[in-house]
């Protein structure tokens, strides 16, 4: 079964063909992410968050977004929906972007493109390309699949697991190999690491703010580093809530064009 492993419940960091070198308090390191991926992506049966992203580039120059992100599991630890609608700047207002996660196969991706009136397929080769011109890609919101990285536990401390990731096939992908660093008290995945195949590392997301919400360990605040380019993508999460009974037909084409109100609309 594919499952995915993402670095948050939006954006996250998993679990068939792991290695099994590594032990830690009786654990194997299949467990630990494991237990990372259910606690990072799978807080309450759904969820919905208000997001403000700031980019900056290498010049210090600062873009805004707001977007309201909504989230339901189609089935517990595997498939799940996403729904992303953009408020700011005026000129992505409207725009929604939708995915279908699934299992054994690749994600379902589609972009509403309003000025143009258009909805546009997101194939699986750009899946590594940038999310809304941010420093996050198309992958960190839907999620990377389990079996696609044979996993490594290659060292740890008293407060973190270091996990090394080696994707089983360089298609699609640019990076050589990353690490995440998993917490011990929750295991809650906060930092990742990218390496280039000169063993260059070029990309770190961080969670900047864990907080508790609904008895969740929540990431409030992240950040994407581009350490070749100098720029960086903050977001930060409010108004966070799980368990909000979201209708599975919001997660439709239907919607793309009709945003649904209830839960989009801000007062």
């Given at each position: 079964?594919?499952?995915?492993?993402?670095?948050?419940?939006?954006?996250?960091?998993?679990?068939?063909?792991?290695?099994?070198?590594?032990?830690?308090?009786?654990?194997?390191?299949?467990?630990?992410?494991?237990?990372?991926?259910k606690v990072?992506?799978?807080?309450?049966?759904?969820?919905?968050?208000?997001?403000?992203?700031?980019?900056?580039?290498?010049?210090?120059?600062?873009?805004?977004?707001?977007?309201?992100?909504?989230?339901?599991?189609?089935?517990?630890?595997?498939?799940?929906?996403?729904?992303?609608?953009?408020?700011?700047?005026?000129?992505?207002?409207?725009?929604?972007?939708?995915?279908?996660?699934?299992?054994?196969?690749?994600?379902?991706?589609?972009?509403?493109?309003?000025?143009?009136?258009?909805?546009?397929?997101?194939?699986?080769?750009?899946?590594?390309?940038?999310?809304?011109?941010?420093?996050?890609?198309?992958?960190?919101?839907?999620?990377?699949?389990?079996?696609?990285?044979?996993?490594?536990?290659?060292?740890?401390?008293?407060?973190?697991?270091?996990?090394?990731?080696?994707?089983?096939?360089?298609?699609?992908?640019?990076?050589?190999?990353?690490?995440?660093?998993?917490?011990?008290?929750?295991?809650?995945?906060?930092?990742?690491?990218?390496?280039?195949?000169?063993?260059?590392?070029?990309?770190?997301?961080?969670?900047?703010?864990?907080?508790?919400?609904?008895?969740?360990?929540?990431?409030?605040?992240?950040?994407?580093?581009?350490?070749?380019?100098?720029?960086?993508?903050?977001?930060?999460?409010?108004?966070?809530?799980?368990?909000?009974?979201?209708?599975d037909n919001?997660?439709?084409?239907?919607?793309?064009?009709?945003?649904?109100?209830?839960?989009?609309?801000?007062?």
């Amino acid at each position: 079964m594919l499952k995915k492993f993402c670095l948050s419940w939006v954006f996250s960091f998993v679990l068939l063909g792991v290695s099994f070198s590594g032990y830690s308090a009786g654990l194997t390191v299949s467990q630990i992410v494991d237990k990372a991926n259910k606690v990072a992506y799978y807080a309450g049966q759904d969820g919905m968050a208000d997001v403000h992203m700031v980019i900056t580039d290498s010049q210090g120059r600062k873009r805004e977004r707001e977007f309201t992100i909504l989230r339901k599991d189609v089935q517990d630890g595997g498939e799940q929906k996403f729904y992303v609608y953009f408020y700011k700047p005026e000129d992505v207002r409207d725009m929604v972007y939708m995915v279908w996660k699934h299992l054994g196969r690749d994600d379902d991706r589609w972009l509403y493109l309003p000025a143009l009136d258009l909805v546009r397929r997101i194939a699986a080769s750009d899946k590594r390309s940038s999310f809304v011109g941010s420093h996050f890609v198309y992958e960190d919101v839907s999620g990377r699949g389990i079996d696609e990285d044979t996993h490594e536990l290659v060292s740890q401390d008293d407060k973190y697991y270091k996990i090394k990731n080696v994707p089983k096939s360089k298609k699609y992908v640019e990076f050589a190999y990353y690490y995440i660093w998993i917490r011990k008290d929750n295991f809650m995945p906060v930092k990742a690491e990218y390496y280039d195949s000169q063993g260059k590392k070029y990309r770190v997301i961080e969670a900047l703010k864990v907080e508790n919400i609904q008895g969740y360990p929540t990431i409030t605040e992240m950040k994407a580093s581009d350490l070749n380019t100098g720029g960086n993508t903050v977001i930060t999460y409010n108004k966070i809530q799980y368990d909000i009974n979201l209708d599975d037909n919001i997660f439709t084409e239907r919607f793309l064009r009709k945003p649904p109100l209830k839960w989009i609309k801000r007062k």
